[in-house]
């Protein structure tokens, strides 16, 4: 049987650790070829090592190292990706990272580090992505969609967080970037989402489960009472990027346990 996914080319941003990793093989599963992205040379051996895992389950990928904040490396990426490969047709904008600081102690530093990646990378990665689809046209026959984008949010594009509110900002951002192109391309058949995670299992909210206590207070947290896992979210991205979600455009699908419908929220989450 014909994989949901099959023959289509998918940029998974930040896919070499965390969330991105597991979204990366759950694609490479479904069929996709998927160019693993991993921001700095020191990130090589990790994104190796999940397009091992991917190759050994019999899937397709290359690694691609690019700061999805700086608008060359960006460029030069969707072009090499389109020269190699052929196309785009799914991008998966998950690459983000946290800088945490009181508000008041907060570095124009940290706050310039976040907003890079966070939103002004989903910008230039989607721009570059829109660009290739308008290029390519329609590919009928491997969805009926034009394009493809994910856009990886968070809980947080709803709920405050204080401590946090650099990442609060971006993702806020997010949720109306991702909104704004749905409204703008729906007509050429572009879709774009967000998925909204929860805590989810991963190097970036270590502090966040690492301990025992630590994580009982999570649970606190999660009506489901467990943490997420990568492959979780990785579900839902096929789910999005394959035609069976193909009247779904400009939603945030909120994957956290339950997180957001709990009463109230207290900070460490
Ligand atoms: C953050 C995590 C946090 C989760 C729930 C995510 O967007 O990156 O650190 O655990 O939201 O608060």
Known sequence: MQKELQGQVAVVTGASSGIGAGVAQS???????????????????DADAVLKEITDAGGQGITYQCDVSKEDQVDQMFADVVAQLGTVDILVNNAGIQRDAAFHEMTL??????IGVNLTGQFLCARAAIREFLRRGPRP???????????????????????????????????????????????????????????????????????PEALNSLMRLIPYNRIGQPADIGNLAVFLASDKSDYITGSSIFIDGGMTVLESFVDNG
Do not use: F
């Open 141 to 211: 026959e491997v969805s009926s969609a034009t394009g493809k984008i994910i856009c990886m949010s968070s809980v947080h594009e709803v709920i405050p967080w204080a401590g946090h509110i650099n990442y609060a900002a971006s993702k806020g951002g997010v949720k109306l970037l991702m909104q704004s192109l749905a409204q703008e391309y729906g007509d050429r058949r572009i879709r774009v989402n967000s998925i909204c995670p929860g805590a989810i299992q991963t190097p970036i909210n270590h502090s966040a489960w690492g301990t």
């Open 109 to 114: 530093a940290q706050w310039d580090a976040v």
């Open 27 to 45: 694609l490479a599963d479904a069929g996709a070829i998927v160019v693993v992205n991993h921001p700095v040379a020191a990130t090589k051996a």
